[in-house]
């Protein structure tokens, strides 16, 4: 009964305004093309009023922002998965069902890495007002944490001649998430950390990956806050 009365409001409408800019606008084709124009315009309000209302609705600062992070994530953790998983789609009949959970375990970590660097990256977009400047901060971010970050630890190592940090030194890795994605990857496997000898370096503490999957957690909601 809605949708007829509203059909009839379109059909008197349109003829209203037809009749008052005579000469500008003209419906022919009779009846039957009013009706047809009436639906037209009933199918397009029905479907465009409820996109203008959720436009018209206030949004914050912080809503619009996590919802470029959430955007930004799905797809980042999206095409990670499909990527490393077409890998184990190719892999399951070479390696044991041991070996693919390993290797599901280093996906999530990815996941869990991209997400960190995804934090800290919308963090640099709000702070830099510049795009370009945001970039570079990017950049020298990633830089920091993959290679200066560990090669700083290394010198004061070395020149210390290994008198200063001993275990604090390598608890100091968990202030880079690119070393916690490390750790959480190449301590986890029993047999590569007894080969090389890697026990004596990394604490067996740290070697937990609960402990290690909750400081990445923390690397990934602290830039937002």
């Known amino acids: 009964?809605?949708?007829?009365?509203?059909?009839?409001?379109?059909?008197?409408?349109?003829?209203?305004?037809?009749?008052?800019?005579q000469?500008?606008?003209?419906i022919q084709g009779g009846w039957i093309a009013w009706v047809v124009v009436a639906v037209i315009f009933g199918l397009v309000n029905t479907f465009i009023r409820p996109i203008v209302k959720l436009l018209s609705l206030?949004?914050?600062?912080?809503?619009?922002?996590?919802?470029?992070?959430?955007?930004?994530a799905a797809a980042l953790t999206l095409s990670t998965l499909v990527g490393f998983g077409l890998v184990a789609v190719l892999l399951y009949q070479h390696i044991s069902w041991a070996g693919l959970y390993h290797y599901g375990g280093f996906m999530a970590s990815s996941v869990l890495l991209g997400l960190a660097f995804l934090s800290m990256a919308v963090l640099l977009s709000v702070v830099a007002r510049e795009r370009t400047r945001a970039s570079g901060?990017?950049?020298?971010?990633?830089?920091?944490f993959v290679l200066v970050f560990d090669l700083v630890l290394l010198g004061v190592l070395v020149s210390t001649g290994g008198q200063f940090g001993g275990e604090a030194l390598a608890w100091l890795l968990l202030l880079n998430p690119a070393d916690v994605f490390r750790i959480l990857n190449v301590f986890s496997l029993d047999d590569v950390r007894t080969l090389y000898g890697l026990a004596s370096i990394v604490p067996a503490s740290l070697g937990?990956?609960?402990?290690?999957?909750?400081?990445?957690?923390?690397?990934?909601?602290?830039p937002l806050l």
């Open 1 to 21: 009964m809605k949708l007829l009365l509203r059909l009839v409001i379109n059909i008197i409408a349109i003829w209203a305004a037809t009749w008052l800019l």
């Open 23 to 26: 000469g500008a606008v003209s």
């Open 58 to 72: 206030p949004i914050t600062r912080l809503e619009l922002l996590l919802g470029k992070y959430l955007g930004l």
């Open 137 to 144: 901060l990017a950049i020298a971010l990633w830089f920091f």
């Open 208 to 222: 937990s990956q609960a402990l290690l999957s909750g400081v990445m957690l923390v690397w990934i909601v602290v």
